[in-house]
């Protein structure tokens, strides 16, 4: 069967969507949740890890914390840019005081720090807020 492969960001059940489906709301065959969503979804360190290394769909992670003045700033804008680019990527936020070891795994020095992962790698990153065009600029270039 072809596809591309993804991850639930529920249940962690790595599904394949075919691409034509992709901007049509597809959901988990395992838990019924939706695979692709206009929001920014809050994944923990075990299903970004997996994402990110099984995802055929770009994923773009925020790696943020609550305490973080301009993390907060760039929250509204990130859900913006998510919903621009629904069916395109998944824009996916981390918690980095809740899962420090994420930190360390990926080596976010400063926060707000953007990821890109594509076919299993990471492909670029940004540090610093962003506005809503910006992040969609970012996340297409």
Request: charged share 25%; aromatic share 6%.
């Amino acid at each position: 069967m072809s596809g591309k492969k993804l991850t639930c960001l529920d249940c962690g059940q790595v599904n394949r969507v075919p691409a034509e489906r992709l901007a049509q709301s597809p959901k988990c065959g395992t838990c019924a949740a939706k695979l692709m969503s206009a929001k920014a979804v809050e994944v923990d360190f075990d299903t970004l890890q997996k994402a990110a290394r099984t995802d055929d769909v770009p994923l773009i992670v925020d790696f943020w914390a609550p305490w973080c003045g301009p993390c907060r700033m760039m929250a509204p804008e990130f859900s913006k840019a998510a919903q621009v680019l629904s069916g395109q990527a998944r824009l996916v936020k981390l918690n980095t005081e809740a899962h420090q070891k994420a930190g360390t795994a990926y080596g976010i020095r400063g926060i707000p720090t953007m990821v890109a992962f594509a076919g299993g790698r990471e492909r670029k990153r940004q540090s610093g807020a962003m506005p809503a065009q910006a992040i969609v600029d970012w996340a297409r270039g």
